[in-house]
Structure formats: C-alpha cells, structure tokens
DNA sequence: CACAACCGTAAGTATCGACTTACGGTAAGC
DNA sequence: GCTTACCGTAAGTCGATACTTACGGTTGTG
C-alpha cells in the first residue's frame, strides 16, 4: 500500500490537492477544512481517505474531532522516486543530445564542403 | 499551460506514466510503445498528447514517423514543487512534534507526583 | 502515380470518480 | 439520559476519461 500509483492518484485532483496544501500549513480537523472549500464535509472526508490511503497523511482523534495531519513519509517517498527518475531521464536526454550533436557536425561538414 | 495540474493528473494514470517510463530510457516513435504495450496505437497516441500538454516530453517528426522524447523541464518543475512544498511540510510536521513533545512532558510531571 | 508505412483525430462506449443528500454512530456538555 | 457536535459511510447522479474501431492525412518507396 502506499505506493506511488495512489500518491499520484491523490495529488491528480485540484480539491485533493487543496485539502493536502491546507494540512501543510499545520494539521486541521475535517470540518475546518470543509469550511474553507467549496465542497460539502463528507466530499472532504473521503478526500482524507483517499490521502491516508495513499499514505500522504495521518489520521488522529481528539475527542468527537478528527485531527489530520501530515505524514512526511508520503512525500519524500515520492520525492525519492522522482529524483532518481529526474536522473535516468536526464541522462538519456543528455545522451540524445550529444548523439543530435554528432549528426550535426557531419550535417556541418557536408554544407561546408559544398 | 503545463502547470502542476496536468503534469501530476498525466503521472496519475498507469498506462501514461508506463509512456513516460519507457521514454525515460530513450526516444521511441508511437508505434515502438504501443508494440510494447497492452493498448493500441491511438490509445498510445491520446496519450502522448496528453503528456506533450502536460510539458512532460516533446515530439520530433522523422519521416514518417513521431519520435517523443522526455522533457526535462516539465520533471525539474514539478521537483521543484514537491521540494519546495516538503519543505513546508516538514517544518510543519516537526513544530507539531515539538508540541506534543510538551504536552507529554506535562503528562509527565503530572503522573510523577501523584 | 499507386502503394505502403506511420500516425492523429473523430466517434462511440463503458468504467471511474467526484460530488451530493441521507443516515447511523461515537464522544462531550447540560 | 438527552441533546449537541462531529464525523464516516451508503447510495445515487453526472461528468470526466481511458479505451476501442473507423477514417483521413502526410511521408518515403517502387
């Protein structure tokens, strides 16, 4: 669980986003953050579900109230996984353009000699 | 165009982010990915267009064929945020830990002198 | 000038998903 | 205990979207 599929699933929408942006700042309960969007409360609890499931955040109780919070976990999970794609990607990239850059000069020196 | 947005909705899906992977090792034309994959060539080709709007790769006509290729700009953005927004994050994270941390020591003290 | 290779788009379909209202369940205040 | 506050889940609805097949358009090849 927890794994990279549903972390992008949960960040792929704007009202998700929003909620994850908003527990950021610190941790709110869930009527809080309904209170701030333009959804309805049960819209922002299964928002929450989604993130937790996703292992972006953690859930906590505090009497009647339900405290969510940030697990950083989530996020530098997924941050590694972005940085070592960023290098893979980056290197054949790189490669490419030296390999365009081969085809160039031969492309120079055939104009040249003309 | 090309913000967060539609880069984390194009990485959300799991067809879509197959594309971008293969891509990350090198160029390919429509028709090698879709070889590669359990889809069609259109389906392949939606896709594409959607990571293309999403400023994640970019197109080059050879011949007849459509070589995409990763953009290295639309990944070191969306990095930037994520570094960016796990700074905040944590620091959030970590001045709620420090408050806890108080409240236990209260607790502490407390069941001490009873 | 056909012919073939390669591809994007249109159109249709079926599933997914984000939202709503309605309901039930648990903890705090009087 | 009874009410109130706060919340998760169920059920239903409607739009988004990920696929398919069908078609047309452009570029190399004989």
């Known amino acids: 669980m927890a794994d990279r599929h549903l972390a992008f699933k949960a960040l792929a929408d704007a009202t998700r986003r929003e909620v994850f942006e908003r527990l950021a700042a610190g941790p709110k309960a869930v009527g809080e953050l309904a209170d701030e969007l333009p959804v309805t409360r049960p819209a922002v609890s ?3 579900k989604a993130l937790k499931s996703a292992g972006l955040v953690t ?11 940030i697990d950083p976990a989530g996020l530098g999970q997924m941050r590694a996984w972005l940085d070592q794609f960023w290098d893979t990607a980056l290197n054949a ?3 490419e353009v030296s390999r365009t850059e081969k085809l160039d000069a031969k492309h120079e020196r055939r104009s040249r000699r003309k």
């Open 59 to 69: 859930e906590r109780r505090e009497g009647t109230r339900r405290v969510y919070q």
């Open 46 to 48: 299964q928002h929450l």
């Open 93 to 95: 990239f790189q490669a």
